[in-house]
């Protein structure tokens, strides 16, 4: 049974999906009873007869003038010993691939977004749950033939479902930002086949070192846990060996933190929150010293840009997120794409010319 409640607060519940809370997300679910829970500031409540379908239509709000996310999955199958996700949001389940077309269509055409950015816990996971098997490399390539001036992203990757064919559309379609967000969570093979990740150290370097021959100027970032339950000082410095090696652009480092209902949370050798907070700020002052070398890698290279405004100054923003001032650039609008050549590093920023 699929329960939707609606107030002036609006409740969603899925039975063997768990509580929605994701901002990103739309419900399409009773839009009479939306309506009246607005109008008549009075509880709404529809019950359905039928689990398991996606259903689709809800308008969404979105804050952002230039970029939109769209859920192409929801759940997860993999069963990380941290994650609470698969325990309350279920096992995968795909969007159709028509109506993820015609949101992105309409973002793109009748609202005018440049960024699209496609969602899912597992996004090299879509479409295996079809009858028909869809690949999520499948999916790209459908999108890129939208008309229209915008790039797609998307996260998360899994380093175990990420084949040749996304790196081949990401490297041939010019519609597909370069920049790729791909966890690794940890350097350690031990603590990875802890963590019930499917994949070691070696077979995650054999893919970025594959990533990076095939698109060069890709922009590469990262998830990693530190102080996972058993994590020793050698499994530590594999983590920052494996960060000097890849040379990422950006990395969001988080302090393992227990979650009830995962069986990583009653793991023996829980790491001790002092030598986590030693280790998550090791790692951030040595990822610091790496974006700075990589700040001076972008002198003399040209990317294909946003341009948008920041305070009243125009501003290229790179696939990866990286924003490159224009400070000789006279604007007239924004949210376009233009070629920009970085030119010098100013206050630890970059600072550039359109070509």
């Known amino acids: 049974m699929l329960c939707t409640q609606y107030s002036t607060s609006l409740y969603i519940f899925f039975n063997g999906f768990g509580l929605i809370t994701n901002k990103f997300l739309s419900i399409p679910l009773g839009l009479n009873e939306i309506d009246k829970a607005i109008k008549d500031n009075k509880q709404q409540i529809e019950v359905f007869s039928r689990e398991g379908d996606l259903v689709e239509g809800l308008p969404v709000v979105r804050a952002n003038n230039y970029k939109a996310y769209v859920n192409i999955i929801y759940g997860c199958n993999k069963f990380c010993t941290y994650c609470i996700v ?83 559309v990401m490297k041939n379609e010019p519609k597909v930002a370069k920049a790729l967000h791909l966890p690794v969570q940890s350097g350690s093979s031990a603590i990875l086949h802890k963590m019930n990740r499917h994949y070691d150290a070696k077979h995650y370097m054999k893919l970025i070192k594959k990533v990076k021959r095939s698109i060069p100027n890709i922009s590469l970032s990262t998830d990693i846990i530190v102080g996972f339950p058993g994590e020793s000082e050698q499994d530590f410095s594999k983590t920052m060996k494996l960060i000097k090696k890849v040379k990422y652009d950006q990395v969001f480092a988080f302090m393992y933190s227990k979650r009830t209902g995962t069986p990583a949370a009653v793991f023996e050798n829980q790491v001790d929150e002092e030598i986590k907070n030693i280790r998550v700020n090791k790692l951030l002052r040595l990822q610091k ?34 924003e490159i001032y224009l400070p000789t650039y006279k604007y007239e609008n924004q949210n376009y794409f233009a070629k920009v050549k970085v030119e010098d590093i100013r206050n630890h920023k970059l600072s550039g010319v359109i070509k």
Do not use: W
């Open 289 to 322: 010293i790496i974006s700075k070398e990589q700040l001076k890698r972008q002198i003399n290279k040209t990317h294909n840009c946003l341009i948008k405004h920041i305070n009243g100054v125009a501003v290229g923003v790179t696939d990866g997120g990286r």
């Open 86 to 168: 698969p325990h309350v949001r279920g096992r995968e389940k795909s969007r159709p691939i028509k109506e993820i077309y015609n949101e992105v269509k309409d973002l793109v055409q009748n609202q005018g977004y440049k960024y699209i950015t496609l969602l899912g816990q597992n996004v090299n996971s879509y479409g295996k749950d079809f009858e028909k098997k869809t690949t999520f490399a499948e999916l790209l390539t459908y999108l890129c033939q939208i008309e229209g001036d915008f790039k797609i992203k998307f996260m998360t990757s899994h380093p175990m479902d990420f084949g040749d064919d996304l790196i081949k």
